[in-house]
């Protein structure tokens, strides 16, 4: 049944420097976790989203981006299912 | 803050929410002030395991189609910009990303 979500997740963990990628549902309920995203923290990650959703809520859920020193977490909202990718910062070349 | 390119507004905030410098379209925002406040509390607290207690995060950026908000803190204080995105500038992001 979770076939097409575990292709989904085998190709976002196939992308270079992602570490790890979590799919939640509206209710901060785990449907999907690999690599260094923990199950545990799907709530607290569909809880951010819906944060940021309230900043302007007549407007399509925005892109939450929390950067650490090395690594990034990545949080979209997608209809009632949120995602989250882990990536390791990669050297900014402009 | 205000020399910030493409800034339409900005938010200068203590640790618990008051309201210290404002401008432009994030004038005297409150309701967004606390919104952020809470996403901050929220963002200490994510996945224990990828980020080590060493790692806490530097920056929260929140993207919308044509503008992004910034939120860093330094000295005890948030600052959070409002900036829009050019075109030009969203290809640079999503080449950063």
């Known amino acids: 049944m979770e076939?097409?979500?575990?292709?989904?997740?085998d190709e976002i963990m196939a992308t270079p420097n992602v570490s790890g990628c979590l799919?939640?549902?509206?209710?901060g309920l785990c449907l999907a976790a690999k690599g260094t995203a923990h199950v545990d923290s799907a709530g607290i990650i569909v809880a951010i989203s819906e944060q940021a959703c309230k900043i302007q809520p007549n407007l399509?859920?925005?892109?939450?981006?929390?950067?650490?020193?090395?690594?990034l977490c990545l949080i979209q909202r997608h209809?009632?299912?949120?995602?989250?990718?882990?990536k390791q910062k990669t050297e900014m070349k402009f | 803050m205000e020399k910030i390119p493409d800034q339409t507004g900005y938010l200068i905030l203590?640790?618990?929410?008051?309201?210290?410098?404002?401008?432009g379209e994030l004038?005297?925002?409150?309701?967004?002030?606390?919104?952020?406040?809470?996403?901050?509390?929220l963002s200490n607290t994510v996945d224990p395991l990828a980020f080590g207690?060493?790692?806490?995060?530097?920056?929260?950026?929140?993207?919308?189609?044509?503008?992004?908000?910034?939120?860093c803190i330094s000295n005890k204080k948030i600052y959070v910009v409002k900036r829009s995105i050019s075109p030009a500038a969203a290809e640079g992001n999503a080449i950063a990303v």
């Not at chain 1, 009632?80 to 882990?86: E, H, N, P, V």
């Not at chain 2, 203590?14 to 401008?23: K, N, P, Q, R, W």
């Not at chain 2, 207690?53 to 939120?71: L, R, V």
């Open chain 1, 3 to 9: 076939k097409d979500l575990d292709k989904v997740v």
């Open chain 1, 23 to 27: 799919v939640a549902d509206h209710q």
């Open chain 1, 60 to 71: 399509k859920p925005p892109t939450v981006c929390l950067e650490a020193d090395k690594k």
């Open chain 1, 79 to 86: 209809g009632t299912i949120t995602g989250a990718i882990y």
């Open chain 2, 14 to 23: 203590t640790e618990d929410g008051a309201v210290l410098e404002s401008a």
């Open chain 2, 27 to 41: 004038e005297n925002d409150e309701r967004i002030a606390t919104i952020i406040i809470d996403l901050i509390s």
């Open chain 2, 53 to 71: 207690p060493n790692e806490k995060f530097k920056k929260i950026s929140i993207t919308y189609d044509d503008h992004w908000y910034a939120i």
